[in-house]
Nanobody, 111 residues
Framework: QVQLVESGGGLVQPGGSLRLSCAASGVILSGNPMGWYRQAPGKQREWVATITSGGNTNYVDSGKGRFTASRDNAKNTGYLQMNSLKPEDTAVYYC?????WGRGTQVTVSS
């Protein structure tokens, strides 16, 4: 049974940072690409970042230079480091591996 559990969200001021985690069980992260997505209130879920099985990364344009996806194979956990956060980054953030999704973690950027 595959399980993905996100954590690390919270309330942060504009310009602040958060590191989201996605702990996986039932699937080996190093053998699969992991995607990060977000869904803001009233909006469709959008892709944010991907880290491939080879460790290559891609980011949504609004996240380039601010977001960094990474993975700890020993912990079977993926991460999304988010810096210089903006109010428009406010959303529920999800991780995805193959067709499996976590339940999300809320990120709120507000002063």
């Amino acid at each position: 049974q595959v399980q993905l559990v996100e954590s690390g969200g919270g309330l942060v001021q504009p310009g602040g940072s958060l590191r989201l985690s996605c702990a996986a069980s039932g699937v080996i992260l190093s053998g699969n690409p992991m995607g990060w997505y977000r869904q803001a209130p009233g909006k469709q879920r959008e892709w944010v970042a991907t880290i491939t099985s080879g460790g290559n990364t891609n980011y949504v344009d609004s996240g380039k230079g601010r977001f960094t996806a990474s993975r700890d194979n020993a912990k079977n956990t993926g991460y999304l480091q988010m810096n210089s956060l903006k109010p428009e980054d406010t959303a529920v953030y999800y991780c995805r591996v193959i067709e499996f999704w976590g339940r999300g973690t809320q990120v709120t950027v507000s002063s």
